[in-house]
């Protein structure tokens, strides 16, 4: 296999990707193909969620502008040489993003191909026609898809996409990894992080980034019904973010709340101790990692899921509410009790055999060579 160059552009690299792309340089470097990172500088001395984190393969950070108009805040980028000469440019599927289009132009002067990497379709976003139609345009201009999920990738042909332009990789965390992590920990382990954070048996988890797309308020409202019902019910939340204030004062109001902040540790532990994951707001890749734990999700009925959001399947891997605290409440209790709390493990952990970063990557180097016209070995 001749030697290639593989660029892929993205803001930032967040601390659950490090594995996945230290795992595609790899694997890249075994079929004589150099993977190239390009990061937004910007954004990563900016990033309130406190996660950005380093990577194996090369990386180099540009410089990036915000502008904002009305309502729409569309952004520019410094272009460099590394993604015009690529053999293979990966850019991510973001229309306000006025150096994606230049540079797709600019290679599809050139005749070298370029990918987009994204949601395939408006997941979190209720787009417009203006909207959909650039992002059908972008589409047509690529040279290939690298769509998140299965269904994206169904939805994407539906829309007229050929199949062959998709490659559906399958987002994941690192799965496995956090299975084994999670085989480690002993009973007294488990009882000793409830007991030093004042935590109970009946413990539910809140996983992700504090934001507006959670819907904490549901999630604060919704849990001190449930607690009214069943006193022995207590909230963990693990996570950073530009609402963690908001967070932390709600915590300090209420005895049965603990804010546990991000780090690996904490997250292990209220993965491996509590009965259910409570998250009123979007669920993404998190669904990932509650299948490979064995918990339930409990959440919204909504429009603005991320793609992940349909790994899980709703009544044994998944609860789904109204958007009330009465009916959240009732499935967080539902989802807790013993009956659910055995169907939902057993469903879940076989479900979660479905993802992992070693089929993610195997997916994601299948679309770069098949773009590349290269036999995949």
Known sequence: MSNSRVVIVQDYVPEYRVPFFNLLGEELNRRNITLEVILDKKINILNRNGDSSTISPQTLFLDSLSLKAGKTQVRFRKISRNEISADLLIVEQ??????TWVIIFIRKLLRKPTALWGHGI??????GPISRGLRRYMINLSSHVLVYTSGAAQRLILEGVPSDKITSVQNSTDTLALKRNLKL?????????IHSFDLSENLVLFLGSLDVNKNLDLLFSATQVAHEADPSLTLAIVGEGPLRKYVEEAASRQTWIRFLGRSDEAKLMALA???????????????????????PVVTVRSAL???EFHYLNENTTCMLSEATPISLASKIIEAISTDFQTLSRREALLESDKYS?????????????????LRDV
């Not at 920990?185 to 992080?193: A, L, S, V, Y």
Request: net charge positive; aromatic share 4%; proline share 3%.
């Open 122 to 127: 408006d997941y979190v976003n209720i787009g």
């Open 94 to 99: 973001a229309a306000k993003n006025v150096s």
């Open 273 to 295: 101790s509590c009965k259910a994951i409570v998250i009123p707001g979007r669920v993404g890749l998190v669904a990932a990692d509650a299948l490979a734990s064995g918990l």
């Open 357 to 373: 970063i070693e089929k993610m990557t195997k997916n994601f180097v299948h679309g770069i060579t098949k773009t590349l016209g």
């Open 185 to 193: 920990i002993t009973d007294d382990q488990r009882k000793n992080f």
């Open 305 to 307: 899921h991320a793609p």
